[in-house]
């Protein structure tokens, strides 16, 4: 498995976010080694607070797939996820998850950590990663920076 090949893409997804003047978020979901998913953070664009970039990359798996459990499939994701997010990456069965960054809130750690360690049909999410990546967090401070000076 190509760790940083996966997350170069969910990077790009991020990018297609910033273009579009959103928080620079983006998710890309594998299967064998094949890209099902992908998304980018499109609250604003589609008008839906759960626009997040890993819930359109689980829409697109599960179209993809024709089904909603996400069995054995890995997210590679820009951010660490929100609980909003954390919940529905569980419910859809995700394996593993790999992140760029981990979120300023501490608080938002110790939640997303109870719900991918609470088994559903005993399908907890088996692993969860940060990768420390300094371009996620680069692409975040400047988005947040150029935001300030508006």
């Not at 590679?76 to 394996?95: D, G, H, K």
């Not at 609470?118 to 400047?142: G, M, R, S, W, Y």
């Amino acid at each position: 498995m190509n760790t940083s090949k996966y997350m170069n893409i969910a990077i790009k997804e991020a990018f297609k976010a910033l273009t579009e003047d959103e928080i620079p978020v983006g998710a890309v979901i594998v299967k064998n080694n094949k890209i099902i998913g992908k998304g980018y953070n499109q609250k604003e664009k589609k008008k839906n607070v759960t626009a997040h970039a890993e819930i359109m990359a689980i829409q697109q798996a599960s179209k993809y797939l024709n089904n909603w459990r996400l069995d054995d499939c890995v997210m590679y994701v820009t951010l660490e996820p929100c609980p909003m997010c954390a919940s529905a990456i569980q419910q859809a069965r995700i394996n593993k998850i790999y992140y760029g960054i981990s979120r300023n809130n501490q608080n938002n750690h110790k939640i997303i950590d109870q719900i991918f360690s609470t088994t559903d049909n005993n399908k907890a999410v088996n692993t969860v990663i940060n990768c420390a990546l300094p371009e996620c967090q680069k692409i975040i401070q400047n988005y947040f920076l150029e935001k300030r000076k508006k």
